[in-house]
């Protein structure tokens, strides 16, 4: 099946929004004008072309993992990773909040 919609355009908007704004896939298209390319894409083509990207994400991380550490000399002992995406709800008091408000 062919793609319709321009994946480079797609894929700079994503690294754009995610370098000056973090934020979802649809936060980063609803921002598009806010960057100098004119981005011709609906939303759907974004999450469309994310089958596309996953199926070449190790490849390009270890690419870019590459040519970042050839122009800067990183420590490997730390790693950080972004965990903001998370959201954890319980459907149900905590007895132990419940508790020390009783107290």
Partial sequence: ??????????????????????????SAYESKTRYFENYDI???DVYRSLAYYSKYSL????????KVNGMIKRSNELAYYDVTNYYFEIPYNDPDEVDKRAK
Avoid: D
């Fill in 59 to 66: 490849e390009l991380q270890k690419y870019l993992n590459k």
């Fill in 42 to 44: 609906g939303i759907n």
């Fill in 1 to 26: 099946m062919p793609i319709e919609y321009n994946l480079n355009s797609i894929f700079s908007l994503l690294i754009y929004n995610r370098i000056l704004e973090p934020a979802s896939k649809k």
